[in-house]
């Protein structure tokens, strides 16, 4: 697609029936794109100023632009790197949750859970926990879960402080998944999977036009399988999401969507890490054992989750270059397990033993989110303006009330092995017959947050090849918490109001060619996360700061082949002040000044003749700046850390997703992914090895609407530690897995 993007932004005056997309973030149609089948269904798509097809808002794994209306400009334009993972990534790559599709974005480490910081995903970008980043068709998704990519048609990640853009947080970026809703024509679509470690998985995707203007979509899943490589550990899970959408085709679209997801399977807290004195130095590693092994109890341990939400979406051609569009969606999410963390606070690992301490919780999230945005493509004296104006209202509620466990003596002397409170470092048995008592707990936390936000948004045309980018929000934030933890009970709040800005320069030498130089902040108050993740609200941060983040960026982009494949490279600085450091208990311990990270990224995206490509690589180079910090008490003391890497902030992260078809009916690819040493403290104490996965799929058809495709999941069947956790654990990735699906599309 040879055209001047910049250009089509601004002409979208002259297009009839131009109305952004199907949410913030999100798109009616259904983007197909292009698998072994080859290109099927060509429906047209509106995009923010530009009529294109399905095929060019997500060509195979190519995508033109965020699909938001709050986008004034296509990536070619956008300052900023930003990686989509498509549908046909998820498909091929057989990524069939959230953290599995992560995998293909380079810089996106995982997070563990414990204490105050829920088991569920937590990604973080660039080393920065995105836990409370995460978006659903650009509405905040706060509570936590693990999530699914059944009902998801991509899933954007856009890298550095994003504040201005998603507001409250989004220290390192904002991850926003794409839902599937209803659209114009009809389709239908079916899998089936099977494979190694007992893996059973069906989907369903039916869309259907049942009058000249509505139409109806239901996608479902069910899926029963074990985890490959890990004794005993299991993922249930099924869901559903019916939509229906009036105006399809239409100027004047409105749909309405619901999603219920439920999970039911066993938490892994993987191994214990090696004894605190078992080193010199206190430095710590994931204990030499087998990976396989599993240190909690089947009559025990348990995970249940789900999620309900509703959304609605309204959206407007008004003439004259004017979208109006409104997205609400109201979400209720329920956490509930126990979970075994192998413990080595007494110093067992270094005699072969484990602890089998407990963390609990059974947490409700219920939250409400909306965003009116107007879009208008207009010149002002011969300066041409995409702007996006708009107001955003967020609120949500937390209750969380955990167990108590009898866990016995953790310094495991005999009497902790005769009731399975302790066990053997090389041979545990999950299935042990525990029954000792649990109790639900007679203290509950409460935790509410809520946001009210004004932006504007504007891509400047100063000429043909001169290009200004330009953003301003204004938040009032306010929280409050309640609830007993190790420091004993707090009843705090914290409010305030902040403005956050983004700005960029975009010089482009061609059509298809863009430099750039921009800059973003952004604000992360105490409570953003609403007890769900790291950053909750306590009796000894209310009266703190917002963590703030900014990004300086430089970087160019070029679409290559025929503007079939989009070439991205970058290099940054964030600089991140009032560092917030909190224990396994989610209790505020270490306040830091400052600390850096600064690196490079690279990417490409598209097709170059048989060969579809998703490849990026992240240089990470981070350090604690200050020499003095403030202690839990509250003191000015010397900086251990100073000039130590930040947690969770590999130097090197790599991901290349491909695909080559071979003939018409026959496709090969596979995967690499990989990333260099990391650790889990400012101290740098505890750490794991880098790694390189490699994935491998083929896929035949045998007609048009049927195909085979198989998929060997780690295919040199490689160990490596995929979460590391300070002061405790690391969480070994699956082992090798090999799946089979069969696919009937019409």
């Known amino acids: 697609m040879n055209t001047d993007r910049s250009t089509a932004f601004r002409n979208r005056s002259l297009v009839l029936g131009c109305i952004g997309t199907a949410a913030a973030f999100a798109s009616p149609a259904l983007a197909q794109g292009t698998t072994a089948t080859g290109t099927v269904e060509q429906a047209e798509t509106r995009l923010e100023g530009m009529t294109i097809t399905d095929d060019a808002v997500s060509d195979g794994y190519r995508a033109e632009a965020q699909r938001s209306p709050k986008a004034t400009a296509p990536l070619i334009d956008t300052p900023r790197i930003v990686n989509v993972v498509t549908e046909d990534v998820i498909e091929h790559t057989a990524s069939f949750t959230l953290e599995d599709a992560l995998r293909t974005v380079p810089g996106i480490t995982l997070g563990a859970g414990e204490g105050g910081t829920a088991a569920a995903d937590i990604p973080l970008i660039r080393g920065v926990d995105a836990t409370g980043d995460v978006f659903v068709d650009g509405l905040r998704d706060i509570g936590s879960q693990t999530r699914e990519t059944f009902a998801l048609e991509a899933i954007e990640v856009a890298k550095g402080p994003s504040s201005t853009f998603g507001g409250r947080g989004t220290a390192a970026g904002a991850i926003n998944l794409v839902s599937k809703v209803a659209r114009e024509g009809t389709a239908f679509s079916a899998q089936g999977t099977i494979g190694t470690s007992d893996f059973y998985r069906a989907t369903a995707d039916v869309n259907t036009q049942i009058a000249d203007k509505l139409a109806v979509r239901v996608v479902g899943m069910y899926q029963d399988s074990e985890v490959a490589g890990r004794d005993a550990v299991f993922s249930d899970r099924w869901g559903v999401s019916p939509s229906i959408t009036w105006g399809v085709g239409t100027p004047i679209t409105a749909s309405l969507a619901y999603y219920h997801y439920e999970s039911d399977g066993i938490p892994d807290y993987g191994i214990p890490l090696t004894s605190r004195d078992q080193l010199d130095g206190g430095v710590r590693r994931p204990a030499d054992t087998d990976f396989d092994n599993f240190y909690g109890l089947l009559s025990r341990d348990f995970q249940d989750t789900s999620v309900d939400s509703g959304n609605f979406q309204f959206e407007g051609y008004l003439g004259g270059g004017v979208t109006l569009s409104h997205g609400t969606r109201i979400s209720r999410s329920r956490n509930n397990y126990i979970v075994t963390n192998p413990d080595d606070s007494a110093g067992n690992v270094a005699d072969g033993n ?55 003596d953790r310094n495991c002397p005999e009497e902790a092995f005769g009731n399975f409170n302790c066990t053997s470092l090389d041979n545990p ?109 306590g009796s000894n941060n209310q009266t703190r700061e917002p963590q703030s983040f900014e990004n300086w960026e430089v970087g160019a982009k070029a679409e290559l082949f025929g ?53 990026g690589y992240t240089y990470v180079d981070s350090e604690l700046r200050d020499r003095e910090m403030i202690n839990r008490e509250g003191e000015i003391v010397p900086n251990p ?44 104490l505890i750490s794991a090895d880098g790694y390189i996965r490699f994935d491998a799929n083929a896929e035949f058809l045998f007609t048009d609407n049927l195909g085979l495709r198989l998929n060997v999941q780690n295919l040199t069947d490689e160990r490596y530690v995929a979460k590391l956790r300070n002061p405790h654990f690391a969480v070994p990735a699956a082992g090798r897995q090999a799946l089979a699906t069969l696919s009937v599309r019409y």
């Open 429 to 537: 048995n999950p299935s042990d017959p525990w029954n000792g008592s649990i109790t639900v707990s007679d203290s509950p936390s409460f935790a509410h947050a809520e946001d009210y936000s004004l932006y504007m948004f504007d891509t400047i045309t100063l000429a043909p090849s001169l290009l200004v980018n330009a953003g301003i929000r204004w938040t009032d934030f306010s929280a409050s918490a309640s609830g007993c933890g190790r420091g004993g009970c707090y009843d705090a709040s914290n409010s305030g109001d902040f403005f956050t800005y983004q700005a960029g320069v975009i010089f482009k030498p061609t059509t298809n060619t863009s430099i750039y130089a921009s800059y973003a902040d952004s604000k992360t108050p105490p409570g953003t996360t609403v007890g769900e993740g790291s950053d909750n609200l």
């Open 641 to 684: 850390d100073f000039g130590n890497a930040l947690p969770n902030t590999p130097k090197h992260n790599y991901a290349v997703t491909a695909n080559y078809q071979v003939t018409p009916r026959f496709a090969v690819g596979g995967g690499a992914y990989g990333a260099s040493k990391r650790y889990a403290d400012g101290g740098n």
């Open 354 to 408: 484990v602890w089998r301490a407990t963390k609990s919780r059974n947490s409700l999230n219920e939250s409400m989110g909306s965003n009116t945005n107007i879009a208008a493509v207009f010149d002002t004296g011969g300066i041409g303006h995409s702007l996006s104006t708009g107001f955003e209202f967020t609120a949500s509620d937390s209750t969380n009330r955990g167990y108590s466990v009898d866990t016995g």
């Open 563 to 615: 503007g079939n494949m989009l070439v991205s490279g970058a290099l940054y600085r964030v600089n991140r002040n009032n560092i917030l450091e909190a224990d396994a208990n989610g209790e505020l311990t270490n306040v830091f000044g400052s600390g850096r990270l600064q690196g490079a990224e690279i990417s490409a995206s598209g097709t170059v003749g048989g060969l579809t490509l998703l490849a």
